[in-house]
């Protein structure tokens, strides 16, 4: 019988199932504490220090307390709270992004996704490296730095040396002002050798979503392939890690299970990353499941309101206060910029999720892995985040610095984020906005980059920044970073 314990290298110890009911069983008992609830959200709360601000975090225990919590004063609080740290970690930056589909090859048998191996009527596609080129230029020509490169799971056509290629070819690309800084990368579950080789390949975060903890359902979820091992695929990010990526980003596809169990899950497996490995996950995601070719997501019985969502992500802004926040354009605008309050430090923008979109003029749908919800261009993210005074980051400077891992987490909890991040978002935003914005988008980034000089600091950064930025207008110097 497995037992409950976070610095075992077996999943069924760290995501315990017994240790997930009884902090379910222990949220219902407590959801109308209020004496317990006041406590929990006093620990929550961000404390101002000599340096700037630390954050306790919360355990899977406390923070479900709170999710399980109906009382809509405390979800107020929750949010108000959400928000504080937010601010007190991430300040008013968004970190921008783009998924790159490579293949759509896949020898798996998920019952939520189109590229199932079963699905005999999509067109199977894999990007040549010409194509990756084409591609990335695109995609550079919109703006973007960063991408998360996404790919079916098939050893045949999608063998770990093809990732490695399509890596290389997309740092090789510099096309006019542009290049791409940051490869995340969100394929199957490997061994350490081939995380190894990810590491070697100059890679930033390593991407894996667990779909759901609940092993009974994910195995049901997952009947056929390499992917049905729920042990194999829970303890991947120790093997990355061991790989020597530190770097890793965990998620769950909400839909699939009880919402109040991938929570505990999520946040269980967040608690063991930091006591084996010293260090959390980098990043959370919040995925939901979407209609795509031959899924229908009302197939599954757990689908979440926005109410719902929001405060799943707001409860995991208070327990791991220090994790970045991805949502992508699953889902729409509105949801979008509710959630950005909440917690969410960066979201993908102008994405096309089929195998070779973004190349091609209209957006294509028969190799879409899911519907976009948000269908806006680059440029109207920006300038809309910038209407909400979000600005928009395409920084990538923490691992090209070494700050990775608990490095980051130190910058993070030095209070010099405002020294060294800040500055960072203005100068990307600014290469942003003198290389591909309407003139509109334009005008608003330049009164919001003035704007926000003055918030730096520490007034030799300010100045550093300042003269960066006229380079930047001025010539064609790029990639200044703290
Ligand atoms: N093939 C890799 C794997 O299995 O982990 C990673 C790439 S897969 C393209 C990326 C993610 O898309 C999956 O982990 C899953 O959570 C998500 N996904 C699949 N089908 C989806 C759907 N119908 N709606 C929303 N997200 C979906």
């Known amino acids: 019988m497995p037992t409950y314990d ?154 770990i040396e093809y990732i490695l290629d399509c890596i290389k070819t997309i740092y090789s690309v510099h096309h006019k002002n542009g290049d791409i800084r940051r490869v995340n990368v969100n394929i199957a579950a490997t061994t350490v050798e081939n995380y190894r080789k990810l590491k070697e390949a100059g890679i930033g975060t390593y991407i894996l979503f667990q779909e759901t903890y609940h092993k009974e359902s994910y195995l049901r979820l997952h009947p056929t392939g390499p992917k049905h091992d729920y042990d194999y695929h829970t303890e991947a990010m120790d093997r990355a890690m061991e790989g020597g990526i530190d770097d890793v980003g965990l998620g769950v596809l909400f839909g699939l299970e009880l919402y109040k169990y991938e929570f505990a899950g999520l946040l269980m497996h967040a608690e063991h990353l930091e006591a084996v490995h010293g260090v959390g996950p980098h990043t959370i995601s919040v995925p939901r499941v979407k209609r795509a070719d031959d899924i ?6 757990n689908g979440i309101d926005d109410e719902t969502f929001a405060k799943i992500t707001a409860c995991i802004r208070l327990a791991v206060p220090y994790t970045g926040m991805i949502i992508s354009t699953r889902e729409n605008q509105s949801v979008r910029e509710k959630l950005l309050r909440l917690g969410i430090s960066q979201i993908s923008g102008g994405s096309r999720t089929s195998v070779g979109g973004y190349a091609e003029k209209e957006r294509p749908h028969d190799t879409e892995q899911f519907d976009v919800s948000d269908q806006r261009t680059l440029d109207e993210v920006v300038n809309w985040l910038m209407e909400r005074d979000h600005i928009p980051s395409f920084c990538t400077a923490c691992y090209r610095e070494g700050r990775t891992g608990d490095r980051f987490m130190s910058l993070c909890k030095s209070g010099q984020i405002l020294n060294c991040c800040h500055p960072n978002a203005l100068m990307t935003l600014s290469e942003y906005l003198e290389d591909y914005a309407s003139p509109e988008t334009k005008k608003r980034g330049y009164e919001m980059v003035e704007r926000e000089l003055d918030r730096i600091p520490n007034e030799k950064a300010r100045e550093i920044a300042r003269q960066n930025i006229e380079d930047i207008r001025n010539s064609n110097r790029r990639d200044f970073r703290f």
């Open 6 to 159: 976070p610095k075992s290298p077996k999943a069924d110890d760290f995501i315990n199932d017994e240790e997930i009911k009884a902090t379910l069983a222990y949220a219902e008992e407590n959801k109308n504490n209020r004496e317990l609830i006041g406590q929990i959200l006093e620990k929550a709360r961000p404390k101002k220090t000599e340096k700037g601000c630390t954050c306790a975090g919360l355990t899977h225990r406390e923070a479900s307390v709170l999710l399980a919590c109906g009382i809509p004063e405390v979800t107020e609080q929750i949010y108000a709270i959400a928000e504080e740290i937010k601010q007190a970690f991430y300040g008013n930056r968004i970190v921008i992004f783009a998924p790159l589909y490579l293949s759509n090859y896949c020898v798996n048998g998920c019952l939520y996704c189109p590229y199932h191996l079963k699905n005999g009527h999509i067109p199977r596609k894999k990007l040549t490296q010409e194509e990756v080129k084409a591609e990335v230029i695109a995609l550079q020509d919109m703006g973007h730095k960063r991408l998360a490169i996404e790919s079916g799971e098939d050893p045949v056509n999608n063998p």
């Open 296 to 301: 229908d997501p009302d197939a599954f019985d």
